[in-house]
């Protein structure tokens, strides 16, 4: 059956921080040059914000520029730095303070503030929508559209109302081709089109691997006297220390008397029996965690991956019809420990080229221009000088690594006459379980710690059940008979969500996807041993319902 089609002069994929900073400067730029252009943004999640999960401590460098009056604009963007504390945690008893001279310069955070990125999404949506971007949330981009010579199309919207035998039930909506002269990328880290188009477009030729952490969050009202609005704590240390895995917690004391915390662990960890969900659920038990927590009330939880490779790892933005821009080609900057103003930065950029194309009588297929302007900008100057951070990490650990990265950034900033390359991917980093030592993990106190189901329950994921599963195996006897023997199957363990189990039945050991636990975090997509699972767009409407992430 033929498609219906739409056409535009821009399609952006993903509603997050680079595709809607993108739309709003694409519109700003045709307003200042009374040009005509038509925008439209693709939104997987049932609304704008749903899918967004930062930490966030916001640096308003990019805002600045989108919208010098941000502040008069309303934009949710309220509560400023006002202390900035750094834990070397050295048990699960102890930590250091350390001084500030010992940070990492691109680390401090004056003039930054803490943020839900989710309702500052929500707010550039508003921002877009006024200057005429039409917004569809709700709509997911399952397909790449591709002209004959090769250059992209445009995106195919999935279909719904798909049972999971395939067949097409009572609530079927067809897909729908969305046409466009560019197409922007925005997915966000791991995007599933993405990794298409950079394996179709030989994107990442002559760049180390693309490196990820999982950061899982919760958010807390905890009693006003425990709350200090606008104290940012980062650390590193325990719990991961413990199995010579890298990464680092977070707990930042927003307005209303909430705090958001969170553990990012690096996906390089070679210990298969490791859990990020229950080492983020330990660290809350350390006494510098604990006690701002006391009597409180989790109220919100989520999980994210985020690329942090940099700009060893950041493939070719640009191709035939297209752009891929933010955290879907990897642009943030590990060593501040942010993305949000280096993904709003590219979306800028991005739009900029767009626009200029478009005012040329012959517009480009490929925006060879953007290179160009990246590498003209700040954004660039950024990735460049803290390109070393995710090399000295992986290849030192933490604590060796660490003083690396602060030689690098304080004496030299960022300008060392060498590049340190990891060139090993996540993936391949896991070593036998029979070489590692098993992890035994405290059952939750649900208190302070708690199991992943209740956990699920409070992120609102929900996907219609009768559907076909989203995660994707390319051969369905790799968990139980070579993952499993070699690894002690890891997706157990990975997954922040619960949903992948090995159930031992009459039948014997098999593998259990339980696809609607799902929060679309993208670990199993990057972190399994054989690359077997394939994360790919379920229905529309579908996966975490985050209030203020």
Same mark, same amino acid.
Request: charged share 20%; hydrophobic share 35%.
């Given at each position: ?92 008893? =102890?930590?250091?303070?350390?001084? +500030?001279? %010992? ?5 401090? !955070?004056?003039?930054? *503030? /803490? ?125 991961? =220390?413990?199995?010579?895995?890298? +990464?680092? %917690? ?5 307005? !209303?008397?909430?705090? *958001? /915390? ?288």
């Amino acid at each position: 059956m033929e498609r219906e089609s739409m056409e535009f002069d821009v399609v952006i994929v993903g509603a997050g921080p680079s595709g809607l900073s993108a739309a709003c400067r694409i519109m700003q730029l045709a307003q200042e040059s009374e040009q005509e252009i038509t925008v439209c943004v693709v939104e997987k999640g049932s609304e704008v914000g749903a899918h967004i999960l930062s930490g966030a401590v916001l640096e308003p460098r990019a805002l600045d520029e989108l919208f010098p009056d941000w502040q008069s604009m309303g934009a949710p963007v309220n509560s400023k730095v006002t202390q900035d504390t750094f834990y070397f945690y050295t048990s699960q008893q =102890s930590a250091l303070k350390l001084p +500030g001279f %010992a940070i990492p310069k691109p680390t401090h !955070n004056d003039g930054n *503030y /803490i943020v839900s990125m989710g309702n500052v999404c929500r707010w550039l949506a508003e921002q877009a929508e006024g200057l005429g971007v039409e917004i569809y949330p709700g709509f997911t981009a399952a397909e790449i559209l591709y002209h004959e010579d090769g250059s992209v199309k445009g995106i195919a919207t999935g279909e719904m109302g798909v049972s999971a035998e395939g067949e097409q039930k009572d609530s079927y909506v067809p897909s729908m081709e969305l046409h466009a002269k560019y197409t922007l990328f925005a997915e966000g880290c791991r995007g599933h089109l993405g990794k298409q188009l950079i394996e179709q477009f030989n994107l990442s030729e002559g760049k180390d691997p693309q490196h990820y952490g999982i950061g899982i969050k919760e958010i807390w009202e905890i009693p006003a006297d425990q709350h200090e609005e606008g104290k940012v704590i980062h650390g590193i240390g325990w719990p991961l =220390s413990e199995s010579g895995s890298s +990464g680092g %917690a977070f707990l930042y004391h927003a307005e !209303n008397n909430q705090v *958001y /915390i969170g553990l990012i662990t690096d996906l390089s960890y070679s210990n298969p029996h490791v859990s990020p969900y229950e080492e983020f659920q330990r660290w809350k038990h350390h006494p510098e965690t604990a006690k701002y927590l006391q009597g409180g009330t989790r109220i919100a939880y989520g999980a994210r991956a985020i690329a942090k490779g940099g700009l060893n790892s950041l493939p070719k933005m640009h191709f035939p019809g297209g752009l891929i821009i933010g955290c879907d080609a990897g642009t943030l900057n590990s060593v501040k420990i942010k993305g949000n103003h280096t993904a709003m930065k590219s979306g800028m950029i991005a739009a900029e080229t767009i626009v200029a194309a478009l005012q040329t009588e012959s517009p480009a297929r490929d925006l060879v221009d953007f290179d160009t302007a990246m590498k003209n900008s700040w954004l660039h100057e950024e990735l460049y000088t803290t390109r070393n951070f995710s090399g000295f990490m992986h290849k030192f650990g933490s604590l060796i690594g660490a003083a690396f990265v602060w030689i690098d950034q304080t004496i030299f900033g960022g300008k060392l006459p060498f590049t340190v390359h990891d060139t090993t991917p996540d993936h391949a980093a896991l070593k036998p379980a029979a070489q590692c030592k098993k992890i035994t993990y405290p059952k939750p106190d649900n208190t302070l710690s708690f199991d992943r189901l209740s956990s699920v329950f409070l992120s609102n994921t929900n996907h219609e059940e009768d559907q076909p599963c989203h995660l994707r195996l390319k051969d369905s006897t790799i968990p139980i008979a070579q993952n499993l023997p070699m690894y002690d199957e890891p997706a157990q363990r990975y997954c922040p969500a619960g949903v992948y189990e090995i159930v031992e039945d009459a039948d014997g050991k098999r593998f259990q996807i339980n696809s609607q636990n799902c929060v679309h975090c993208k670990t199993c997509d990057i972190k399994d041993p054989a690359q077997n699972i394939t994360w790919v767009t379920p229905e529309g409407f579908g996966g975490p319902n985050y209030p203020n992430m």
